[in-house]
């Protein structure tokens, strides 16, 4: 004690190192090891996670498609004063830039083109092969006697909105919202407007099924934590079975039992209960959509619930009834705190897988059970439009951030716990 | 004995080098009945050497698009329709073909220079007989009736099709029907005459559905592909009825991934798109031939379906015979590549309104 009070130089090792330095070398050996050992996850997390992440919010945005085939053409274009048809000039670099592209290049850009105005695609294929037999102008009237698409300046003033390399148009595409011809956010027409009621019923089925898979899984879930155990690993089993059968055998089942001619509704009808011409509509539209959903995700709800109530221990319950609470006081004001981290988990778990679910509402949701990630596969898969799929997806993704903040600040994140 | 080792490892890689000059194909479809008759069809008889896997796709180019950009192209034939043989051949896609041998024999001519001629499917409407014991659906107009024929009907989650037929069944003559769409009023028109549906449909997406649907009971008409039906009443004995009118012609081909095993690719779809392959095809799925002079084949070597219980004539079970032809529509591959997302957006807000 006293001899370290009298020294003032630093310590030094054995072999004339002082200790600070000599410890720093060992512990940066050390962290340079745990690195090691961890890098290969986070390489595996980057290349398979964030980049594809990256990869899409860049493509969300992007808006090169076009720019880099007719450069010249949106050069002169800007001086336009969206008035009538644009002058000669316009008409003529349209003419060589298509004329002289790479075909390739063309039918990438007349897809682009064609989600801002519905014709383009055709439009410019088959002018460019026309367009080889005309060597000099006047072009304007030229290009208008092979197409008269050319003199409708709808088709002009739908460029308008993809003059620059980036454009926010696939966001606003993906609110029912669009640029015009000056750039100006305006409403989309009103037979268009589908994805903000999309948006809506997709927050409303996933926090129905959120809702419903609570109320059920929370007392099965009990059963399971409280049930002695030979009772309780046949319950449990009961709740993995389905969990381990293949989603479109148990999707295919429900439609089996829910249809109109199916097993509910001949039920009822044969024990006179409803008559035969006033069966169920059950199936094929959102209220489908919700009950096969609720089965689906019901195991990710029961399973962190359970291993959170198999934590609680019974003395709690007993020693509330022991100073006289009612049961229902009891279970109200000492198990159900105990059990929130477990209802959290299994809320926010319910809720995120439920919110881009896709393939249930394509095989059960038939008129109105359609949810954001159908229309994220079907822009995917037939129109090409990956820029808008790539929006859709970064506002779920938003989405989720805002809702997992909001969890924090009102509940905390470190009270969530899967067991 | 080094010697030997070298001859040895020579040896082997000149054979390594030597097998790999036919390189093996990967040929994607829609799966079912349907791979099941281009398996028995084409890979079946094919012998010049590739061996060939089948894979199954739900169509669409997004894997096809997501594999080319990527580099990493494990596709080489691939069974499209037909806007999208036209937006993956203009995109850089697919690989151009040779298209001399077939181009004269084609009942319409091809719809880009990257595919090989299949067969023809329509929409075609159809009900149980049983359903109907007295007066008979007989046209797209009874099917677009609910006061005639009371029932519920069976239609498909996307537009195809359905808005052509609405408008045939509003009095569109067939021939005029992409004029008539092509104009805003039209779109218009085909919606209303859906509306007037709308409380009595009960949607499909999967291709065995409407089917079930009419089986069962659950609808008394449905739209369905026309081999579907066909396959339920040639092989299983279903009672259904088709109706013959307005049906939507869509065609099928075969295209080529730039990127994959070119070479053996193209070999292949020349062997899928003869004459007689396509007439081969037809033994097993009542599909149209696309070329002209399969017909022919087919109707001199009738019966020609084969089933378990001896061959059946297949010509009455066709989307193609002149009879029916008269009465169909052909559908647009370039309306649907220019007017598709909108028309779909649309319907989907008619869907869930």
């Known amino acids: 004690m006293n001899q370290s009070q009298t020294s003032t130089g630093p310590i030094l090792t054995t072999d004339g190192i002082p200790l600070k330095v000599s410890l720093k070398k060992a512990e940066r050996i050390n962290k340079i090891r745990a690195f090691l050992l961890v890098l290969p996850l986070l390489a595996f997390i980057l290349i398979t996670f964030l980049v594809p992440i990256g990869d899409m919010l860049a493509r969300s945005v992007d808006d090169r498609q076009i720019n880099t085939v007719f450069p010249k053409t949106f050069e002169v274009y800007k001086k336009w004063d969206r008035q009538g048809l644009p002058s000669e000039e316009v008409y003529k670099t349209m003419f060589f830039e298509l004329k002289n592209s790479e075909g390739y290049a063309v039918g990438k850009a007349s897809t682009r083109m064609n989600y801002s105005k519905s014709g383009w695609k055709s439009l410019l294929k088959k002018s460019k092969r026309k367009f080889k037999k005309i060597e000099e102008g006047p072009f304007k009237e030229k290009m208008i006697a092979t197409d008269k698409k050319w003199a409708d300046p709808e088709y002009w003033l739908a460029l308008g909105q993809m003059v620059d390399p980036t454009t926010m148009g696939y966001y606003l595409n993906a609110v029912d919202l669009k640029y015009d011809s000056s750039k100006n956010i305006v409403q989309q027409k009103e037979n268009r407007r589908i994805y903000n009621k999309t948006w809506i019923k997709t927050f409303k089925v996933s926090l129905l099924v959120t809702l419903f898979c609570l109320l059920l899984g929370y007392p099965i879930s009990y059963l399971l934590a409280t049930l002695p155990m030979k009772y309780s690993n046949l319950l449990m089993i009961c709740v993995l079975l389905p969990f381990w059968t293949s989603l479109l055998v148990r999707t295919v089942a429900w439609m089996v039992m829910l249809q109109q001619k199916g097993v509910l509704n001949n039920l009822l009808v044969m024990s006179n209960l409803i008559a035969d011409e006033n069966r169920f509509q059950l199936m094929y539209n959102q209220t489908a959509v919700v009950i096969v959903m609720t089965q689906i995700l019901l195991p990710f709800m029961v399973l962190p619930l359970y291993s959170v109530m198999k934590t609680i221990s019974p003395t709690y319950m007993r020693a509330a009834l022991n100073l006289g609470a009612s049961p229902m006081h009891a279970f109200y004001k000492i198990y159900m705190p105990n059990s929130v981290p477990g209802v959290s988990a299994g809320c926010l778990l319910v809720f995120i897988i439920a919110i881009g679910y896709y393939i249930t509402p394509e095989l059960v949701g038939g008129k109105d059970g359609q949810m954001v990630g159908n229309w994220i596969a079907y822009h995917l898969k037939t129109t090409l439009n990956w820029g808008l799929c790539a929006s859709l997806g970064a506002i779920l993704l938003a989405m989720m951030t805002v809702l997992y903040w909001a969890y924090n600040k009102i509940v905390g994140i470190e009270n969530i716990k899967l067991g | ?353």
């Not at chain 2, 806007?83 to 051949?89: H, K, L, S, Y």
């Not at chain 2, 089917?211 to 009672?239: D, P």
């Open chain 2, 1 to 353: 004995m080094r010697k030997a080792i070298k001859a040895a490892f020579f040896g082997l890689i000149s054979m390594a080098f030597v097998g790999s000059a036919i390189a093996d194909i990967t040929f994607v479809s829609w799966g079912g009945a349907y791979t099941a008759s281009q398996q028995k069809a084409y890979i079946d008889t094919y012998s010049k050497g590739s061996s060939i896997t089948v894979e199954n796709y739900n169509g669409g180019l997004g894997e096809i698009k997501a594999q080319v950009e990527a580099g990493n192209v494990t596709w080489d034939v691939v069974d499209v329709l037909p806007d999208q043989a036209i937006t993956g051949c203009d995109e850089g896609l697919f690989v151009k073909v040779d298209q001399s041998e077939f181009i004269n024999d084609m009942v319409v001519p091809p719809v880009s220079d990257c595919v090989v001629p299949q067969i023809f499917w329509a929409y075609t409407a159809f009900y149980d007989k049983a359903a109907f014991p007295g007066k008979k659906p007989k046209n797209i107009k009874d099917f677009f009736d609910v006061k005639k024929f009371p029932g519920k009907r069976g239609i498909h989650t996307w537009a195809n099709a359905l808005i052509e037929m609405a408008l045939v069944a509003d009095g569109v003559k067939a021939s005029k029907v992409y004029e008539v769409m092509s104009t805003p009023e039209g779109i218009d028109r085909a919606f209303a005459k859906l509306d007037t549906i709308k409380d009595h449909v009960v949607f499909w997406s999967a291709g065995s559905k409407p089917l079930e649907l009419v089986s069962s009971g659950e609808v008394v008409m449905a739209l369905a592909y026309n081999g579907r039906i066909g396959a339920a009443i040639l092989s299983e004995g279903k009672n259904f009825e088709y109706i013959w009118d307005a049906t939507v012609l869509e065609q099928e081909y075969l295209v080529a991934i730039k990127g994959g095993n070119e070479k053996e690719a193209l070999e292949f779809m020349a062997h899928a798109s003869t004459a007689e392959s396509n007439a081969e095809q037809a033994k097993y799925i009542p599909y149209g031939p696309m070329r002209k002079s399969s017909i022919g084949i087919i109707k001199k070597g009738e019966p020609w379906f084969i089933t378990s219980s001896g061959n059946i004539d297949i010509l009455p079970h066709m989307p193609t015979t002149p009879k029916v032809l008269k009465r169909a529509v052909i559908g647009d591959p370039v309306w649907w590549a220019d007017n598709g997302a909108e028309v779909h957006e649309r319907f989907g807000a008619w869907k869930g309104s």
